[in-house]
């Protein structure tokens, strides 16, 4: 694959990942549930599909609730951008080419998720939660096992 659409294909997984970690770093410290649908946080509406695309609704939207109109939090997109940056930045890295090469992407690609979490989430609230870095742990052990066999 050409390292250029492998980079750009990072890039926009990393902005998706970057949307989820949004809703990790929102609802964990509030002891909420990770499943439902995503809702603005000041009115409760529920957001649509379009309303879910990351980065590009936040700026067409113009960083507000479609419903209620009120600021959405900056915090939405920059996550999202770190995110897929620094995933286009381990895609270029690494530049998998056999199997090997993909787990240590993986590894990695986990590793900066888990990093941007723990990051967020202790400047806001300053706990590092267990229930992020415990699976985190036994996920990058089996991998790496994986790797040495």
């Known amino acids: 694959m050409d390292p250029i659409i ?3 294909i990072c890039l926009v997984f990393g902005a998706l990942i970057g949307s989820f970690l949004n809703v990790v770093i929102g609802r964990l410290p509030q002891k909420m549930s990770l499943g439902g649908r995503s809702h ?3 009115c409760g509406n529920v957001l649509t599909a379009v309303q ?3 980065v590009f609704s936040y700026l067409l939207q113009r960083g507000r609730c479609r419903a209620c109109h009120k600021p959405v939090s900056p915090r939405y997109l920059i996550i999202e951008l770190v995110t897929a940056v ?3 930045i381990a895609g270029y890295i690494i530049s998998p080419a056999d199997l090997g090469e993909y787990i240590m992407l993986i590894r990695m690609l986990l ?3 888990v990093m941007v979490v723990v990051f967020v989430i202790d400047l806001e609230h300053y706990l590092i939660l267990d229930v ?3 699976p ?3 996920a990058e052990l089996i991998l790496k096992v994986g790797i040495d066999f």
């Open 40 to 42: 603005c946080p000041d």
């Open 132 to 134: 992020v870095v415990l």
């Open 111 to 113: 590793f900066i998720a």
């Open 136 to 138: 985190a742990s036994k």
């Open 52 to 54: 879910l695309i990351p």
């Open 86 to 88: 620094l995933f286009g």
């Open 6 to 8: 492998f980079e750009g």
